[in-house]
């Protein structure tokens, strides 16, 4: 069996942050929620450590993550951002960010939130998830979608039983705690 994300964590700073302060712990905000699946699309086929040295300027580059900001922008955007050494310049990535704000308007405009939309569709199979995103959003595997609902609380797994964290997040009562 290997190492849980709780032990590996103290392997580096910024692990250890993220672990303790963002890991599993439930969002709401549509924003934050955007950010952590064009960040989890990011990381695929990368380290999450890479992920995690390049977030503050994924931040500057995607203007905080602002669904309609990001959902306006246009080829020069894109070559912008294609040209950023401080993100990660995969077009088929960039463009799956700049869609996927684009689908995230539509369900803030049919359910009032992404946040309402994930609670409309709990509690789901991983598989259900899966399929759901892969309908709904690009360039979503399974991997992505199940991360992100893990790292947003929507499905367990984010810390061991015996971490202390896992009793922060458990008194927030997140989504997997209430099926």
């Given at each position: 069996m290997g190492v849980s994300y709780c032990e590996a964590a103290a392997s580096h700073p910024l692990?250890?942050?993220?672990?303790?302060t963002e890991y599993g712990f439930p969002l709401r905000d549509d924003a934050a929620l955007f950010e952590r699946l064009a960040l989890e699309i990011n990381q695929a086929g990368l380290s999450w450590l890479t992920i995690l040295k390049k977030k503050d300027r994924f931040h500057e580059a995607f203007d905080d993550f602002d669904l309609d900001r990001?959902?306006?922008?246009d080829e020069a955007d894109g070559a912008r951002l294609l040209a950023d050494p401080g993100i990660i310049r995969n077009r088929l990535k960039v463009q799956a960010v700049i869609e996927n704000a684009r689908r995230l308007q539509?369900?803030?405009?049919?359910?009032g939130s992404f946040?309402?939309?994930?609670?409309?569709?709990?509690?789901l199979p991983l598989a259900d998830w899966q399929r759901?995103?892969?309908r709904t959003f690009v360039f979503t595997g399974g991997e992505i979608v199940?991360?992100?609902l893990?790292?947003?609380g929507y499905l367990p797994g984010a810390h061991d039983e015996g971490c202390p964290i896992y009793h922060d997040i458990a008194a927030l009562r997140p989504p997997w705690m209430n099926p």
């Open positions: 692990h250890q942050r993220y672990h303790d990001v959902a306006a922008y539509r369900i803030r405009d049919e359910h946040a309402i939309w994930l609670d409309h569709h709990h509690p759901l995103f892969k199940r991360e992100f893990v790292s947003t």
